[in-house]
């Protein structure tokens, strides 16, 4: 169970990295007015990487029942 979670926590760290380098990507690219497309594209990933960070972040939560 522990090397599940060992897994889950370095996927989660790399996507966060990823998301944090996409920020800063389209803030880069809005800033110099280029192609909407771009960066539609850009935050749709980003987007679907917050999703999957929080898909993560609840298996590493363990079930409470009240």
Same mark, same amino acid.
């Given at each position: 169970?522990?090397?599940?979670?060992?897994?889950? &926590?370095? &996927?989660?760290? %790399?996507?966060?990295?990823?998301?944090?380098? /996409?920020? %800063? /990507?389209?803030?880069?690219? %809005?800033?110099?007015?280029?192609? !909407? /497309?771009?960066? !539609?594209?850009?935050?749709?990933?980003?987007?679907? /990487? &917050?999703?999957?960070? %929080?898909?993560?972040?609840?298996?590493?939560?363990?079930?409470?029942?009240?």
């Amino acid at each position: 169970m522990d090397l599940d979670n060992e897994a889950i &926590k370095q &996927k989660l760290a %790399a996507l966060v990295s990823e998301h944090r380098d /996409l920020d %800063a /990507l389209v803030a880069h690219v %809005a800033d110099s007015a280029t192609d !909407q /497309l771009q960066i !539609q594209r850009l935050k749709k990933r980003k987007l679907a /990487l &917050k999703d999957m960070i %929080a898909r993560l972040e609840s298996l590493l939560l363990p079930d409470i029942i009240a």
